[in-house]
């Protein structure tokens, strides 16, 4: 009894295998499609403005941290050692913030970029999704990481599907 329902379990195994492997394949260059959706031009303007915003911030903050030092060198001679050590913890604070900052920006424009994106997306995934299903393909895959292709290109497809000439 066990060895029929094994021989059976491993019969419809290698069925559904082969004839999964039987399905359509295609794949596409999402970059090219997404770059041609409407709006997607402005999407780098948005993203260099943002990057703009950060690099002023980090240059008001190594503007600050320039003037406290060329003040603090200035008049080091006459202060105490109470108000030149409270002034250069100041300057130590103030170049930890700098550099944390610098840490988190390549953070913060990826994550900038991914919200900018998610939108487009979306939509190119509901568009594949779409496609896959109409033309019954089995698996799709992006030409951006894809070495061999011996599958169906369905690019001009999704194009088609979001409107794009």
């Known amino acids: 009894m066990k060895k029929t329902i ?3 379990l491993s019969f419809f ?4 295998m082969g004839l999964q492997a039987q399905g ?3 794949h596409i260059n999402s970059q090219e499609v997404i770059m041609l959706m409407p709006g997607a031009d402005s999407l780098q303007i948005k993203l260099q403005v943002f990057q703009q915003s950060l ?3 980090y240059q008001s903050m190594v503007d600050e941290f ?3 030092k060329d003040l603090l060198d200035k008049q080091a001679g006459t202060m105490t050692s109470s108000v030149r050590k409270s002034k250069e913890d100041e300057l130590l604070s103030l170049q930890n913030r700098i550099l944390e900052f610098q840490e988190n920006v390549q953070r913060d424009v990826e994550e900038q970029q991914y919200i ?3 939108p487009f997306h979306d939509k190119l995934q509901q ?3 779409d496609v896959a299903k109409e033309k019954g393909y089995a698996y799709i895959f992006d030409t951006q990481i894809l070495l061999y292709s011996g599958g169906d290109d369905i690019t001009d497809l999704v194009k088609a599907k979001l409107g794009i000439k």
């Not at 195994?13 to 559904?16: E, I, K, M, R």
């Open 24 to 26: 359509k394949y295609g």
């Open 127 to 129: 568009a594949i999704d």
């Open 13 to 16: 195994c290698l069925t559904t």
């Open 116 to 118: 900018l994106l998610k």
């Open 55 to 57: 690099q002023e911030m």
């Open 66 to 68: 320039t003037s406290k």
């Open 6 to 8: 094994l021989l059976l």
